[in-house]
């Protein structure tokens, strides 16, 4: 009989147990979504970089060239300098005047004078 009580006292502190146990939610398991490499993570209205607007505009250009002639015409296209904007800043003007060839071999006085007009002619 002791056997029995015990057993019957055991079950219920058990059953106890798993019924409290129960009570509480299990916590959630979060699981990170993969990032895919086909989707990139940007803005929908990105504007286009200067390297794409220029592909564009060589693109247009092109035209109906084909072949080693379109080749040629789009690495010359792509690869050509902006043209000279009516307002550069003060340090490109310095920069484009003192890559001149002139200016190079001028020396005191005289590259004082060329550097000056160079610099009030690129305004």
């Known amino acids: 009989m002791k056997k029995l009580l015990s057993l019957v006292a055991l079950g219920a ?7 409290q146990a129960q009570d509480k939610a299990p916590a959630p398991v979060v699981v990170a979504p993969a990032a895919t490499p086909a989707t990139p993570a940007t803005p929908a209205a ?14 247009q250009e092109a035209g109906d060239k ?13 690869s050509a ?3 000279m904007t009516a307002k550069q800043t003060q340090q490109e003007k310095m ?3 003192n890559a001149d060839e ?7 006085d005289a590259r004082k004078a ?4 160079c610099l009030s002619a690129k305004a």
């Open 13 to 19: 502190c058990l059953s106890f147990g798993a019924a």
């Open 46 to 59: 990105k504007a286009p970089t200067a390297q794409q607007s220029k592909m564009t505009t060589c693109n």
């Open 66 to 78: 084909k072949g080693d002639e379109r080749k040629a015409f789009m690495k010359n296209c792509l």
């Open 81 to 83: 300098k902006p043209a």
């Open 95 to 97: 920069k484009t005047c």
């Open 102 to 108: 002139k200016a190079k071999t001028l020396k005191g």
């Open 114 to 117: 060329f550097m000056k007009e």
